[in-house]
């Protein structure tokens, strides 16, 4: 007999309260088991003096003081404005706590389990606004706000998202983050901040001056990243550094499940989303660990623009900007072959990726094709004993795939053997009026 397969949705509590009967259709139509609504309660005072905010709103010398560093020791950001509206990192001071409890009500009514989603660490993608994994200020913030989250509302579980570095889009956040404080988190976890960081000063350098012919030469060769890694000739502090980040979520995540855990019983499901996997070692995820800090599994796959596209075209102009001789066709072949996607029948021009465009993510790239890849990889990397759920595009956030699409999509989760899938939006999944 086929085990029924589990099935989540992402939702916040205003759809949910504002639309009486949803609920109820998806677990009809889709089978809903769970929704993952996005935190938007009010705190007691004795969550927010876990704040390491100077007041609300807080002051910008205070939010810079909590970022992370680049390698020439600036923050991450200038760009302040997504984090001072907040109470602390990660929360809003716009909340509407009567509407999330009445949306928890719903749900549970629905026979539905509830969980909450909270963030961590990387606040916002597009400014690049992160805040240090080292200070024990956001730390000790982190671990009473999801401790109250797991306690106060009765829920099942607590999804984690943005518990990474930034997307990999951003090659400057590949080396976040140098803050001072960092050399003795790397002491503790046996590596040296100071080798790994002139092995990284050595690395950017050493690129620069690459011979501009070999490199046009690989985007036609059937070379794979450990070739790439042998040419381009890294010191061992480069591998060191993308080792390192991901214990620091190890640990870091690992004490706040550890509480939780402590606080609302063993039973309580607590974990984090994953980057996708061709790519998610240079966002601060080892998924062979993952079951050292996380209750579950969720590779985040429902984002193929912003995420693996993105980070093809960043690569494929940085190289160009680089190395001027490369044609754009060798640029993003190369790029291709570097993140795991040379395989694949992928544009050869940037202008094919129509980034932005409502249909990006499926009118020239093979997108069944690329998410499958990254579950498939997800799948032999995750530990088995770990339940497992590739978030996939059900309609909205923002684009809609093709219904063919994600149907396949959901058998080929189930013929690799995940325990079910995740949606975000439903708008092709179920037609309901939403309010």
Known sequence: MTKKPRVGLYLDSQIIVNN?????????????????????????????????????????????????????????????????????????????????????????????????????????DYDVLMYSPYLEENNHWYET???????????EGLDITHARYPMTSY????????????????AQLGYDMAAMKADIQHAIQHSKQLNP??????????????????????????????????????????RFRNAIHKAAGDNFIFGCDTYPASLSILAGHNLTRWNEFSDFSSPLLSHVDIFPMSTLVAW?????????????????????????YASLKMPSSIADFALGEPDCEYRNIPLRDIVKIDMAKSKLLLPPEVPAYPI????????????????????????????????????????????
């Not at 059937?222 to 993308?242: A, I, K, N, Q, S």
């Not at 093709?402 to 999944?429: K, M």
């Open 20 to 124: 009486p009967g949803y609920l109820e259709a998806l677990r009809e139509k889709i089978g809903l088991s769970w929704v993952i609504i996005w935190f938007n309660g009010a705190l007691p005072p004795e969550v927010l003096a876990a704040s390491p905010f100077d007041g609300t709103p807080p002051s910008p010398e205070r939010i810079r003081s909590l970022l992370a560093q680049h390698l020439d020791g600036q923050p991450s950001t200038t760009k302040l404005d997504s984090t001072l509206k907040g109470v602390g990192p990660h929360v809003n001071a716009e909340n509407n706590e009567a509407q999330l409890r009445k949306a928890i009500d719903m749900a549970h009514t629905a026979g539905l389990d509830v969980w909450f989603c909270a963030g961590m660490y990387t606040a916002n």
């Open 145 to 155: 706000l999801f401790t109250h989250m797991a306690t106060a509302y009765g829920v």
């Open 171 to 186: 090659p400057r956040g590949l080396f976040l983050d140098m803050r001072p404080e960092g050399a003795a988190v790397a």
């Open 213 to 254: 012919v070999q490199l046009a030469s690989i985007a036609g060769s059937d070379w794979g990243p450990f070739d790439l890694l042998h040419f381009l000739g890294f010191r061992t502090g480069v591998l060191d550094w993308f080792r390192f980040r991901s214990e620091v979520l190890v640990q870091n995540v690992g």
């Open 316 to 340: 494929a102009r940085n190289l160009m900007a680089t190395f001027p001789q490369l044609s754009e066709a060798q640029a993003l072949q190369i790029s291709y072959r570097a993140a795991g």
């Open 392 to 435: 996939i595009q059900g309609g909205g956030a923002p684009w809609n795939w093709p219904l063919s699409t994600v149907e396949q999509l959901e058998a080929d989760a189930l013929e690799l053997g995940f325990d079910g899938y995740i949606f975000q939006g439903t708008r092709v999944l179920l037609d309901f009026p939403l309010k």
